[in-house]
Nanobody, 125 residues
Framework: QVRLVESGGGLVQSGGSLRLSCAAS????????LGWFRQAPGKKREFVAA????????YYADSVKGRFTISRDNAKNTQSLQMNSLKPEDTAVYYC??????????????????WGQGTQVTVPS
């Protein structure tokens, strides 16, 4: 059974940092594009960041560019999202995703083969 499990969410003050992690099991994702999405209350799920299978190409939503950094460790079958300078508008449930196509597919379609269950990030205003 393939599973993606996020961790690292929580409550952090504005301007603070959090590091989200996503551990995969059930198969290797070394040749999969990986990414992060988020969904705030009453809003649609939106793209946050994506990384190619090699780690050589990354994509970011304009709203997080310069503040968030996506990375992956293919040897450990994990991906991470370092979030700095957090703002109240970053409050959402964050989901990790894995897709067998190119990373740009995650960016443009928001469709993935596998999804995690989500982890809550709250930045009070």
């Amino acid at each position: 059974q393939v599973r993606l499990v996020e961790s690292g969410g929580g409550l952090v003050q504005s301007g603070g940092s959090l590091r989200l992690s996503c551990a995969a099991s059930g198969r290797t994702f070394s040749n999969y594009a990986l990414g992060w999405f988020r969904q705030a209350p009453g809003k649609k799920r939106e793209f946050v960041a994506a990384i190619s299978w090699s780690g050589g190409t990354t994509y970011y939503a304009d709203s997080v560019k310069g503040r968030f950094t996506i990375s992956r460790d293919n040897a450990k079958n994990t991906q991470s999202l370092q979030m700095n300078s957090l703002k109240p508008e970053d409050t959402a449930v964050y989901y990790c995703a894995a897709d067998g196509s190119e990373a740009v597919h995650l960016v443009t379609t928001g469709v993935a083969d596998y999804w995690g269950q989500g982890t809550q990030v709250t930045v009070p205003s």
